[in-house]
């Protein structure tokens, strides 16, 4: 967190209790309150100075924020001496208590710094770098050696997707300062990544995906759920919008149609809409600019070569492919766990319920960008990936402990399960919207 307030400093220390905090959830224009450690914070107008985004710590207003403030914060200590500016005083010390499991964890990421995975490979990340790198030299060289033709316009695509799909993968890296011991170097290098390499945004990101984190699978709260225009998920969100009487789709057909109008949209459409969306009524001009470039050194770097027309074909359909390889393994640790309204779990037990494993292998390490160690990511999201599966055993002895759900999958089970998990939640929007529509004919 960063510095801004909007609280007297002279203002008495008060001990509060958990209902004086919960009233404070933003919710009908109230303020907004936190609870770190037992402290009390408002972030009422400072949450929109809040690096990671507004509504990511808006999303713990009126709740208990010390262990996604601990796991987002690779300096929780040193970002804490620029909260007194806005703190409030406490919560009651007998309303107060951490349950075992919030122990636990705690523990656990003791020893994962003691075990040193919280370190950074240097060699590892100038590796992932370097390939990508030399993916998109060599898509080139594909067009500026052998011309236009259709077995090249396959092998540049092929090449570019990797470069592209791979960039993605250590851009997430970079948002979760993971890469650098410097804050101010995997911000820098974030946007460079997103920006000149992706041609996206690093502060349309992070609003994001640091919401994703924060309140995973959590209707109304996680934008990776909200997705009702076109699909229905879950058991929960199925019955709200069969009852609310806006359904826009035959969602009881959507495992069919996910196929076509999820993964190869999500890129070239949706999210260039929400992109420039972002940047233009936020005004980041800069994000803005630095995007153009990317558009301006892909047709400068194939123009010539190939022609305008021919290098706009070459880049959808990268956009295309890109976008495929990315939904089906985003939405294979994630679609099918459970999705529903916010019940404010402790960290481990709400990241549990919403994520979920695909086994390791060589492959699936590259070809997920080792988010196949999802579980693992989501309770330690700064944790460099290349560890990951070095903390899974201590993560899996203690869902055991607790009872918790470890679920890990093969790749081709978990692209199975998507569809799966889409049929089960139209099946029960069908259910639910044609059961009320028979309640209301019968009622007349």
């Known amino acids: 967190m960063g510095k801004g307030s909007n609280t007297n400093p002279k203002r008495t220390k008060q001990c509060f209790s958990w209902d004086e905090v919960r009233q404070r959830n933003g919710l009908s224009g109230s303020d907004k309150w936190i609870v770190v450690d037992g402290e009390v914070y408002d972030v009422t107008r400072w949450s929109k100075k809040h690096p990671g985004g507004s509504r990511v710590i808006s999303h713990y207003a009126g709740q208990d924020a010390t262990e996604p403030f601990e796991a987002f914060h690779a300096k929780p200590d040193f970002v804490g001496k620029y909260m007194k500016a806005f703190h409030l005083g406490t919560v ?3 309303e107060y208590q951490h349950k075992e499991i919030v122990q636990d964890v705690r523990q656990l990421k003791q020893l994962a710094l003691k075990m040193g995975l919280f370190e950074p490979s240097v060699f590892f990340f100038t590796c992932i770098i370097g390939h990508i790198l030399a993916l998109e030299v060599a898509a080139w060289l594909v067009q500026y050696y052998y011309g236009f033709s259709l077995t090249t316009f396959f092998i540049t695509v092929a090449l570019m997707t990797i470069a592209q799909a791979q960039g993605g993968w250590v851009q997430h890296d970079f948002g979760h300062l993971s890469v650098f011991k410097s804050t101010r170097m995997n911000h820098m290098l974030h946007f460079f990544t997103m920006s000149v390499m992706k041609g996206a945004s690093s502060k349309w990101w992070n609003h994001l995906h ?7 699978n959590v209707i109304g709260k996680d934008p990776d759920v909200r997705q009702e225009k076109l699909f229905v998920l879950g058991e929960t969100m199925p019955v709200q919008v069969a009852e609310s009487g806006k359904s826009s789709m035959p969602y009881n057909h959507q495992a069919k149609y ?4 999820g993964p190869p ?3 070239p459409v949706y999210f260039q809409f929400t992109l420039f969306q972002y940047m233009w009524t936020r005004k980041e001009w800069t994000d803005f600019v630095c995007v153009i470039v990317f558009y301006a050194r892909f047709a400068v770097t194939y123009g010539p070569l ?6 706009l ?4 359909a990268v956009r295309v492919c890109e976008s495929v390889w990315f939904t089906w ?11 529903d309204k916010d019940t404010e779990r402790p960290w481990l037990e709400l990241q549990l319920a919403a994520t979920c494993n695909i086994e390791k292998s060589m492959f699936n390490d590259w070809f997920t960008g080792h988010l196949n160690f999802q579980i693992e990511h989501h309770i330690f999201p700064t944790m460099p990936r290349h560890n990951l599966f070095r903390i899974a055993p201590y ?5 055991e402990k607790h009872g918790l759900p470890y679920t890990v999958k093969t790749m081709s089970e978990g692209f199975l399960d998507i569809l799966k998990s889409l049929h089960l939640s139209g099946q029960i929007w069908f259910e639910a919207y044609y059961g009320h529509l028979v309640e209301e004919k019968e009622q007349e």
């Open 258 to 261: 996910f196929p076509f109008l």
């Open 92 to 94: 009651n010390p007998s």
């Open 210 to 216: 640091y919401q994703h984190h924060a309140k995973p």
């Open 265 to 267: 949209l999500l890129f």
């Open 306 to 311: 190939i022609g305008l027309l021919r290098t």
């Open 313 to 316: 074909l070459i880049y959808e």
């Open 329 to 339: 393994v985003a939405q294979s640790n994630h679609l099918p766990m459970e999705i």
């Open 395 to 399: 993560v899996k002895s203690l869902c």
